[in-house]
């Protein structure tokens, strides 16, 4: 290593390289895996709804929201414009700033290149887009040393700014121009230099993970990662800005939400694009899946009510409510296995049915719900501790690909996990009255589950820590012998902010660095929460605004009320049962609290009273209903 390598202050270079196109079909991914001194991963571009535009504000800022707060969503189209001094500046900035202000977090374009003395520079190929160089531009759009030439003269341009500037944006050559050109910069790196490359932004609408490699982070050439994903070869687009900073011995300013990128475990190309494919499929799969367990629903009560009349019916409602339950751990299975669609449906649909076919068979009523709710309930806690694998995979887990959640509880999965386990703590307490012992029972599975959902290393859900504990508190006092007390209500009021309070500390004791950890606990000043408040109240408005689920929240609605309006009839066979009583209402407590507390609203309320309807069609297949569907 030359002297002047050793003496001098690090340097990073973030360089795009574009995909190949004709000339050069090889994936960006195997282009990279190809050069053995980068770690690869996939990134994480945008929260949401994806442009080129916002993934390149996303990597010079550190921070990102949905596009759904924003006002316009989309952001402006941006154009890099060359001065005569050789500086540029960003046309279209000033909208950039005007609509980072209507997002309800601290959003700041430009925060990289800004924290960088001396700013940020870029080299391009003339006569190609520029839209690489919104990560070299600071807080006011400027660039403060523009360089475009030929593609041959790239890399001597690109050393030549690193004389002068800390930080430099290239955006590559495409095909094989720009494979060599980016063996140059590997051949020319310098021990203790950072070298990021990531995937030229493409066109495109939907949600997008990209290639990446890089030179110089934590960890040597593995599987690129971070705090913000936790997933090994997954890393955001905002992690970028953090690891810029950290190599350059620098602070990021309050506020700024990603984290350092480092390597861990071993590159694997071909295991980067099984993740990769598998998620790009999951959000598409989940309609047609859930149409055809529904179907098959209906199908089977109506033939077995040709074939045996009510008692067909009642068999059909039993067999379909218990599929149903086993649904979740069936999706943990496709979701190891990744097959094709029709595949996958085939074994959700057969699979849910024969085992609810068989814990019928052989679990008398009204004890059949209990294995399902417990099988789901350890399957997934026990996903948790792993890291998520499987849930992530599976057609209701989070989903990287959004850039929202990446490992943990999604927002489906919140009052469904909830309300089922409120049923398993039912059926298990049947032919018990109300006591103090069941009311513990109660409190200390919610309690124990709450750990697994709300802990900062396992689920990171402090939505659902709030939705579990509203059910689970209203449960336990419905299990409480005597009158219900003022007293009591109040302090099962307070239950959801106690099991805040005790995930703060929980997470601060740990370690555990999640989302919470970050947006609240870690929040520089009220506004900054007052944001959070109103950014999910937002978001939660806006997914009921969207599409079908106005129509889907009311009818849901307008069952919930049909449900207890006639509750003594529906809930005949098991209207003495106190914990089945305790289950029902915990469980839509926590799909009411759930949908006005978190960002995703109604759907909480949708899939919580869905899992409650399939406990009431189970329970009105009670095999001693006479033939009028009363009792005798």
Avoid at 322 to 344: C, F, K, N, Q, S
Avoid at 605 to 612: A, Q, Y
Wanted: proline content about 6%.
């Amino acid at each position: 290593m030359p002297a002047d390598a050793r003496t001098r202050e690090p340097r990073a270079v973030l360089a795009f390289l574009p995909a190949g196109g004709q000339n050069n079909p090889k994936p960006v991914l195997d282009r990279l895996e190809a050069r053995t001194q980068l770690a690869i991963g996939l990134m994480s571009a945008t929260q949401g709804r994806y442009t080129p535009q916002q993934e390149m504000l996303d990597v010079s800022a550190g921070s990102r929201t949905s596009a759904a707060v924003y006002d316009p969503r989309d952001p402006p189209q941006l154009q890099l414009v060359v001065g005569g001094d050789g500086s540029g500046f960003i046309f279209g900035w000033s909208k950039v700033l005007r609509r980072a202000k209507t997002a309800l977090a601290e959003i700041k374009p430009g925060m990289l290149a800004s924290q960088v003395p001396g700013a940020g520079a870029y080299a391009g190929v003339a006569g190609r887009s520029h839209l690489e160089a919104v990560a070299a531009a600071d807080v006011e759009g400027n660039v403060a040393d523009v360089s475009l030439g030929s593609a041959k003269t790239l890399v001597d341009r690109v050393k030549g700014l690193l004389t002068r500037h800390r930080f430099v944006v290239a955006g590559l050559p495409t095909a094989d121009k720009g494979d060599a050109a980016l063996d140059q910069l590997l051949r020319d790196h310098v021990d203790g230099d950072l070298l990021l490359v990531l995937q030229t932004p493409p066109r495109a609408r939907v949600p997008q993970l990209l290639p990446a490699g890089a030179l110089g982070v934590r960890g040597g050439n593995g599987a690129l990662t971070s705090e913000t994903t936790r997933l090994p070869g997954i890393f955001a687009a905002i992690d970028v800005p953090m690891t810029v900073l950290e190599q350059l011995g620098l602070d990021p300013p309050p506020g700024v939400r990603g984290q350092p990128i480092r390597a861990t475990g071993t590159r694997d190309a071909a295991v980067l694009k099984t993740v990769e494919a598998r998620l790009r499929v999951v959000s598409g799969r989940r309609t047609p899946t859930l149409a055809a367990l529904l179907f098959a629903w209906m199908a089977l009560v109506l033939a077995l009510g040709v074939a045996r009349d009510r008692p067909g019916v009642r068999i059909g409602l039993r067999i379909g409510a218990l599929a149903m339950l086993w649904v979740l751990p069936v999706l943990l299975v496709t979701g190891w296995l990744a097959p094709g669609r029709l595949v996958e449906v085939a074994i959700i649909v057969i699979g849910a049915f024969g085992l609810g076919a068989l814990t019928d068979r052989f679990v008398p009523w009204p004890r059949g719900p209990l294995l399902p709710t417990v099988v789901t309930v350890v399957a997934y806690c026990a996903d948790l501790v792993a890291g998520s694998p499987l849930i992530i995979r599976s057609l209701l887990g989070v989903n990287p690909r959004s850039g929202s959640r990446f490992y943990g509880l999604g927002n489906e999965l919140e009052s469904t996990l909830t309300v089922v386990l409120l049923l398993a703590v039912g059926t298990l307490l049947l032919g018990r009255g109300r006591s103090r012992a069941g009311a513990a029972v109660f409190a200390l599975s919610g309690l124990v589950f709450g750990v697994f959902v709300g802990a900062g290393q396992l689920g990171a859900d402090v939505g659902g820590v709030i939705t579990a504990g509203a059910g689970i508190a209203a449960a336990t006092i419905l299990m409480l012998p005597g009158k219900l007390s003022r007293p009591t209500i109040v302090l099962a009021a307070l239950v959801p902010i106690a099991a805040v309070v005790a995930l703060a500390v929980l997470d601060l004791l740990t370690g555990g660095n999640g989302h919470f950890t970050r947006t609240i606990l870690k929040a520089d000043s009220l506004q900054s929460l007052l944001d959070v408040i109103e950014r999910r109240y937002t978001l939660a408005f806006n997914v009921l605004s969207t599409g079908a689920m106005p129509l889907v929240t009311i009818v849901t609605a307008l069952a919930v009320a049909y449900a207890v309006r006639y509750r003594d009839r529906i809930y005949a066979p098991l209207r003495d049962s106190a914990p089945w009583r305790a289950a029902l209402i915990g469980g839509l407590t926590a799909s009411i609290i759930g949908a006005l507390t978190n960002d995703s609203g109604p759907l909480l309320f949708v899939f919580g009273v869905f899992v409650l309807a399939c406990a009431t069609a189970y329970i009105r297949g009670d095999p001693r209903l006479d033939a009028e569907g009363r009792m005798p």
